[in-house]
Each structure stands twice: as structure tokens, then as C-alpha cells.
């Protein structure tokens, strides 16, 4: 498998994991403000991830793209039917994605233009993804809703943990964090065998 297509099924992966917490959270729960911990909703959480992605598909084609010329949908975040349609679209157009070579990528404050390539980018928006999924996380708990183990938890950091258990160091358990269970690459949660 190149590295492009396994970025590409990373990235899938980190979206249908959104999907897997959404089916889980009450609609009330999308929409509810959790100030003054949290300024913002899950939703909001949700809509600024998903429309990274909207935003990139949409100026992929012509090999400019500006993070910060999202649509910013208010219905994406106080709709959880519709983030999950929305996500769902998503997972599909990520399948059918091309490999390009170089792109520029765009600052909207400042004007900036680098040039980057499409599987950078896609690296960035599956760590950004799981940023974002921490914070909904953390608000789905105080809310009273779990999310998967793993769910908002790097890659990188879960195979630390999984390393760490297998020597015998302490796992890390009480942080979210199940050292019996790993994502493949694909980033799908799944049990050790």
C-alpha cells in the first residue's frame, strides 16, 4: 500500500471514529455548552473538523488551498444528523481521492503561501481531527457520554502506551487510554491479539 492511500484510509478511519461517537451521544449532548469549562459545543467541535475537510476537498482541485476560507455551516454544528450525513460524504470523497503532487497551501490572515503536497496535508488533518476529538471527548464525558477507548488519543501515543504495557510499565488506563486495545493503520480501534 502506498503512503498516499494509507493517509488517505487513516483519515477515513479518524472520521468513521467520529461517526462510531456520534451514534453513542444524544443529540441534546451535540448541542449543550458545558461554559465556563468549554466555550464551545461538541457541535462546534464537530462542524470545525468536518469543514477542514470540506475545505480541502473543495480547493484540492485547484491546488491552492485555504483552511481559513471554511463555509463555517451553523447547521453542521447544531445538526447531529446532518454531521453524521456530512461525515459519511466525506469518508466517500476522501475514497475516491487522487494522488496530486504539490500544492500551495494558503494563510488567509497573513497572505502566506507554502507549498506543501497532498499527503502532508492529510497528515495534518487526521492530527488536527484527533485534537478536536480530545476536546469532544473530555465534553462527552462531563456530559455523562464515553467515548470509545482511544477515541481522541494520537496513534503515536496509543502504540507509546502499548509498548509501555508489553515491558511492563503502568498503562494508562485512567487517562482514556485501554492498553489491551490498538488502532491498525487504518486508525480503526480493534483488540489485541
Known sequence: MSSFQELVDINIGALQEGNLFLSSLPAKQFTQSLRPTFESTIGAHFRHVLEHYRCFLRQLPSAC???????????????????VRTINDLVHALG?????????????????????????????????????????????????????????????????????????????????IDSSKSRDRSGMLGTKN
Open 65 to 83: 488551498v485555504c483552511y481559513d476560507a471554511r463555509e463555517r455551516d451553523q447547521i453542521l454544528e447544531r445538526d447531529l444528523g446532518y454531521a
Open 96 to 176: 475516491t481521492l487522487s494522488e496530486s503532487s504539490t500544492l500551495q497551501i494558503k494563510d488567509g490572515p497573513s497572505g502566506l503561501v507554502l507549498t506543501t503536497t497532498t499527503q502532508r496535508e492529510l497528515l495534518f488533518l487526521q492530527s488536527h481531527t484527533v485534537h478536536h476529538y480530545a476536546i469532544a471527548a473530555a465534553m462527552g464525558r462531563q456530559l455523562g457520554t464515553d467515548a470509545a477507548p482511544g477515541f481522541g488519543v494520537a496513534l503515536a501515543t496509543q502504540q507509546h502506551v502499548s509498548a509501555l504495557s508489553k515491558s511492563g510499565h503502568i498503562g494508562m488506563v485512567s487517562k482514556g
